[in-house]
């Protein structure tokens, strides 16, 4: 699928003239973007026009350069940076009131790029069992397909599940679903932007297995193995979790952990505590 949109424009500073750094002029630019089709008719499943409009004109009015090559480049790579499921980016970057002596309706820099490394693929289960569950849900949705360096791919439906690891605690049922999505994020990384929509979203830790309005569980990011202070990858106890197992299921039915293959572990699993509620997207 091929996206475009023509005519950003913004005032930027660019340019090797002592005047068109101090005065500057405007700038104009055309994008073209080449990405899977989105697998459901929901904006987080997509690219967000405004925030790529967003991008642009950042890059415009940011820290001038001498040439439009390096600008034309920067935004380039920031697109591909910021969204991972873009394929390839094709910028135009015009600049209508150039420094020449003789009569000419524009000057045009085009650059292309493909992506030249494979962004890594993630598994998320979210859960909320305070608070609106199903609005929580939607807005980390909505805030994970808004950070640069990831792109969702794939949600399954809400389930509704109830609370595992929490004692003799008396708590309301959760909420559970599980995001796929693709990240130019290093794991950490990914971790820590988690956490902020968490903090958002009004989660507090008074103890272990507290009931939240929302949870941010990372089960898979690529083949990454970790195993440190922060993170843990795979999620270590994600294969005994039929909460996420079943969700995960739906929306990749191949998908495996060191334990096994989820389709076979979901089988011996208490299955009958977690049940389909609606679409998610």
């Known amino acids: 699928m091929r996206i475009e949109i023509q005519g950003l424009r913004a005032t930027g500073f660019h ?21 899977p089709d989105p697998p459901t008719d929901a904006l987080a499943a997509t690219i967000d026009y405004s925030q790529i409009a967003t991008t642009v004109v950042d890059a415009i009015q940011g820290p001038p350069v001498d040439l439009i090559e390096t600008l034309a480049k920067q935004i380039a790579n920031r697109l591909l940076g910021d969204r991972p499921s873009l394929q390839s980016v094709r910028v135009r970057v015009h600049k209508p009131n150039a420094p020449l002596k003789v009569p000419f309706d524009d000057v045009i820099c085009q650059i292309k790029r493909r992506r030249s490394s494979p962004a890594s693929e993630f598994i998320l289960s979210l859960g909320a069992n ?10 980390a949705l909505n805030l994970l397909s808004a950070t640069p360096g990831i792109d969702l791919t794939a949600c399954s439906h809400i ?21 796929a999505g ?23 830790r008074p103890h272990p297995h507290a009931p939240r309005t929302i949870d941010i569980d990372i089960v898979t990011v690529g083949n990454f193995v970790i195993d440190d202070d922060e993170l843990t990858l795979p999620h270590p106890r994600a294969w005994q979790r039929a909460f996420v197992l079943i969700p995960w299921l739906e929306i990749a039915p191949q998908a495996s952990l060191p334990k096994g293959r989820v389709a076979d572990l979901v089988t011996p699993l208490e299955t009958e505590t977690v049940s389909k509620l609606s679409a998610a997207w």
């Open 159 to 179: 389930y509704k599940t109830s609370p595992v690891e929490v004692a003799d605690e008396s708590q309301p049922d959760y909420h559970n679903l599980v995001v």
């Open 182 to 204: 693709l990240t130019t994020l290093a794991p950490h990384e990914l971790l820590h932007r988690t956490a902020d929509i968490e903090q958002r979203l009004s989660r507090t």
């Open 130 to 139: 305070l608070g609106n569950l199903d609005d929580n849900l939607h807005q």
């Open 15 to 35: 340019g090797v003239r002592d005047y068109e750094r101090r005065d500057g002029q405007e700038f104009v630019v055309d994008v073209a973007l080449t990405r």
